[in-house]
C-alpha cells in the first residue's frame, strides 16, 4: 500500500486548506483512514480519522467544528477540510491507514500500518 498526501501551504490564520491522500495497493472494507500532525519538537499526534465501512468520524478535540474528514471508496481516497485555521495548527500532516480498524485504538499512531509522505502546512498569525 502507498499512500500520497498532498495540499499543505502557507495560509494566514483564519484561513483554509484541502488535504486530500490518494492510496494505492491492497485494502481491506473496514479499514481506518485518518490524518496525524508533527509540529516541531513534538510527538505526532491524531487530527482525525475515519472508518470506511461506516463512514464514521472521529475528530481530536481542539479541530472539531473546524476540521472535517470525508472519504471517496472509489477513489481510494480521503480529503481533511480545514478552515478557521490557526497558528497552532501549523505541522506537517499525514494520513495514515490501518487494518486492523479496531475502535478503541483509532487514535493511537502505533495503530496505523502504512503512512503517506506529509505535506506542510503553515498558518501566519
Known amino acids: 500500500v502507498q499512500l500520497q498526501a498532498s495540499g499543505g501551504g502557507l495560509v494566514q490564520a483564519g484561513g483554509s486548506l484541502r488535504l486530500s491522500c490518494t492510496a494505492s495497493?491492497?485494502?481491506?472494507?473496514?479499514?481506518?483512514m485518518g490524518w496525524f500532525r508533527q509540529a516541531p519538537g513534538t510527538e505526532r499526534e491524531f487530527v482525525a480519522a475515519?472508518?470506511?465501512?461506516?463512514?464514521?468520524?472521529y475528530y481530536k478535540d481542539d479541530v472539531k467544528g473546524r476540521f472535517t474528514i470525508s472519504s471517496d471508496n472509489v477513489k481510494n481516497a480521503i480529503y481533511l477540510q480545514m478552515n478557521n485555521l490557526k497558528p497552532e495548527d501549523t505541522a506537517v500532516y499525514y494520513c495514515?491507514?490501518?487494518?486492523?480498524?479496531?475502535?478503541?485504538?483509532?487514535?493511537?499512531?502505533?495503530?496505523?500500518?502504512?503512512w503517506g509522505q506529509g505535506t506542510l502546512v503553515t498558518v501566519s498569525s
Open positions: 495497493g491492497r485494502f481491506v472494507r473496514n479499514s481506518h
Open positions: 495514515a491507514l490501518d487494518f486492523a480498524a479496531i475502535l478503541s485504538s483509532l487514535r493511537s499512531v502505533a495503530s496505523y500500518d502504512y
Open positions: 475515519i472508518r470506511r465501512s461506516s463512514g464514521g468520524t
